[in-house]
């Protein structure tokens, strides 16, 4: 059996055929692609307003910054997530406050949020963790009583559904945010997003993705018919055209690869739903989990190890998703500690995120599975 990964990225011709008519561009960066890469998430998602930047982390940093975020207010998120989340904020001198996530479903627990509040509360930062939308009229309703921004961190969910919207559409939010590494469901290689329904908050994430420069005519000035004005310290977040030539070719098949995921994620479900020891995401009526990762919790660390190592051996590469941000010593050092968040804690020590990417066969699928039942068979 070939190697097997817990995440591929999924090209094909059509999508090298569009980068090298990128490449072959009169532009190959600020041209045609990046507006028309921005033009198919709105409509994807039904947001007013897409921009395009370079990473998720320069999504997370651009929507941020754009909501006025700074040294004297707080944003309040989980711990199950990459550090990308919780820096974001920390390059905008602001604090974080870490909520304990649900063991259920892997997601912030919205009923641990209120007592987190104060009144240098600024953003809510909920994590779709894997793909499965957190409990976002709740939380949308008790941002509102407090008034507070929320931005979806949304990086996982691309094609996730909550109560009939999809995920990007912020119907529940003020932005929300999309990664678009070659491990998610659509790829540009590197490359993120940030979707909103704010005129204002968009206006000022085309300011922060480009070094807060802006584009004025001048009809007074001879010489300077285009004249550039910086309005505020931004970065430079640019999405090149050939990245977005590939994301523009890659969305018209988002359906098909969150489709798949879910197909693969169901022949999980029913291989594991009898297994004792075996703890699988919590599925919900409401809501569509689009899958970029399939985690499972194992009994305790030491299964969870033995597992990991059994399908090393086998060709299987798991991974695991995700050292608590609270427990890196960057975060320590800082006065955080990981303790205040037990189940964070808890799940990383037996999480194992399964393979699961639209080109992963059924053969490849069955063969995962049966390591992981002979496995666990002799343990």
């Given at each position: 059996?070939?190697?097997i990964?817990?995440?591929?990225q999924?090209?094909?011709?059509?999508?090298?055929d569009e980068?090298v008519?990128?490449?072959?561009s009169?532009?190959?960066?600020q041209?045609e692609y990046?507006p028309?890469?921005?033009?198919a998430?709105q409509?994807?998602?039904?947001?007013k307003?897409?921009v395009?930047?370079s990473s998720?982390t320069?999504a997370?940093?651009?929507?941020?910054a754009?909501?006025?975020l700074?040294?004297?207010h707080?944003?309040i998120?989980?711990?199950?997530?990459?550090?990308a989340?919780s820096n974001?904020?920390l390059?905008?001198n602001?604090?974080?406050?870490f909520t304990?996530i649900?063991?259920?479903?892997?997601?912030?627990?919205?009923?641990?949020?209120?007592?987190?509040?104060n009144e240098?509360t600024?953003?809510?930062t909920?994590?779709h963790?894997?793909?499965?939308?957190?409990?976002?009229?709740k939380?949308y309703d008790?941002?509102?009583?407090y008034?507070?921004?929320?931005?979806?961190?949304?990086?996982?969910?691309v094609?996730?559904?909550?109560?009939g919207?999809?995920?990007?559409s912020?119907?529940y939010s003020d932005?929300?945010?999309?990664?678009f590494?070659p491990?998610?469901?659509?790829t540009?290689a590197?490359?993120?997003?940030?979707?909103?329904?704010?005129?204002?908050?968009?206006?000022?994430c085309?300011?922060y993705?480009?070094h807060?420069m802006?584009k004025?005519?001048?009809?007074?000035i001879?010489?300077?018919?285009?004249?550039?004005?910086?309005?505020?310290?931004g970065?430079?977040?640019?999405?090149t055209d050939?990245?977005?030539?590939?994301?523009?070719?890659?969305?018209?098949?988002v359906?098909s690869f969150v489709k798949?995921?879910?197909e693969?994620?169901?022949?999980y479900?029913?291989?594991?739903?009898?297994n004792n020891?075996?703890?699988?995401?919590?599925?919900y009526?409401?809501?569509i989990?689009?899958?970029?990762?399939f985690?499972v919790?194992?009994e305790?660390?030491s299964?969870?190890?033995?597992?990991?190592?059994?399908l090393k051996?086998n060709n299987?590469?798991?991974?695991i998703h995700?050292?608590p941000v609270?427990k890196?010593?960057?975060?320590?050092?800082?006065?955080?500690?990981y303790k205040?968040?037990?189940l964070?804690y808890?799940?990383?020590r037996?999480?194992l995120?399964?393979?699961?990417?639209p080109l992963?066969?059924?053969?490849?699928?069955?063969?995962?599975?049966d390591?992981i039942?002979?496995v666990?068979?002799a343990l």
């Amino acid at each position: 059996m070939d190697k097997i990964t817990y995440g591929r990225q999924t090209i094909s011709q059509d999508d090298i055929d569009e980068v090298v008519k990128a490449l072959k561009s009169a532009s190959i960066t600020q041209g045609e692609y990046v507006p028309a890469f921005e033009k198919a998430l709105q409509e994807y998602t039904g947001a007013k307003y897409a921009v395009a930047v370079s990473s998720g982390t320069a999504a997370l940093h651009t929507a941020y910054a754009a909501l006025g975020l700074n040294k004297n207010h707080e944003i309040i998120t989980c711990p199950n997530t990459f550090a990308a989340t919780s820096n974001a904020a920390l390059y905008l001198n602001a604090k974080v406050k870490f909520t304990d996530i649900n063991i259920e479903n892997f997601l912030i627990d919205e009923e641990k949020i209120e007592e987190k509040i104060n009144e240098n509360t600024k953003i809510i930062t909920p994590i779709h963790y894997a793909g499965l939308p957190c409990s976002m009229e709740k939380i949308y309703d008790l941002a509102q009583k407090y008034n507070i921004k929320i931005v979806e961190d949304a990086c996982h969910a691309v094609g996730s559904v909550y109560k009939g919207s999809i995920t990007g559409s912020c119907k529940y939010s003020d932005a929300a945010v999309f990664s678009f590494h070659p491990v998610k469901h659509i790829t540009t290689a590197e490359g993120g997003a940030v979707l909103t329904n704010n005129e204002e908050v968009y206006k000022k994430c085309l300011l922060y993705r480009s070094h807060g420069m802006e584009k004025v005519n001048f009809k007074n000035i001879p010489d300077s018919p285009t004249y550039h004005e910086m309005q505020l310290l931004g970065y430079n977040y640019r999405m090149t055209d050939i990245q977005a030539a590939l994301g523009l070719s890659q969305i018209k098949k988002v359906e098909s690869f969150v489709k798949r995921r879910i197909e693969i994620a169901d022949i999980y479900y029913d291989a594991f739903k009898d297994n004792n020891k075996i703890i699988m995401q919590k599925k919900y009526n409401d809501r569509i989990n689009s899958h970029h990762l399939f985690s499972v919790l194992f009994e305790n660390n030491s299964l969870r190890d033995k597992v990991y190592y059994y399908l090393k051996e086998n060709n299987i590469f798991t991974q695991i998703h995700y050292m608590p941000v609270n427990k890196h010593p960057y975060y320590q050092a800082l006065g955080y500690d990981y303790k205040d968040t037990p189940l964070s804690y808890e799940f990383y020590r037996r999480e194992l995120s399964l393979p699961v990417y639209p080109l992963l066969t059924n053969e490849e699928l069955y063969y995962v599975i049966d390591k992981i039942n002979t496995v666990l068979k002799a343990l």
